[in-house]
């Protein structure tokens, strides 16, 4: 089993990156873009026999834990089959 997780400044928090993108984008000319928000993301392999619930739950305090700053980020969970 696997796992994602997809971590990203909260709507709140300036995105310098993204804003940086963004100006190329439009650089290049791709003026429709209106912005971009840069984030990152994660792939767990799990080890066999965890249960789906197990999974979700321990990558769910990873995620709130380690891998996200829930002051300024958010963070979605996937659990791939």
């Known amino acids: 089993m696997k796992a994602r997780v997809f ?3 909260k709507s709140t928090v300036l ?5 940086t993108v963004c100006s190329a984008l ?3 000319g ?3 873009i209106a912005a971009v928000r ?14 789906r619930e ?8 990873i995620a709130h834990e380690v891998l996200a700053n829930p002051v300024i980020e958010e963070y979605r969970v ?3 089959d």
Not at 38 to 51: E, M, P, Y
Request: proline residues 3%; glycine residues 10%; negative net charge.
């Open 7 to 9: 971590v990203s400044f």
């Open 15 to 19: 995105d310098p990156q993204g804003q």
């Open 26 to 28: 439009h650089g290049l």
């Open 30 to 32: 791709y003026q429709s």
């Open 38 to 51: 840069q984030g990152k993301c994660f792939d767990i392999s799990l080890a066999d026999g965890v249960t």
């Open 54 to 61: 197990q999974a979700r739950k321990e990558i769910e305090t």
């Open 78 to 80: 996937e659990i791939l």
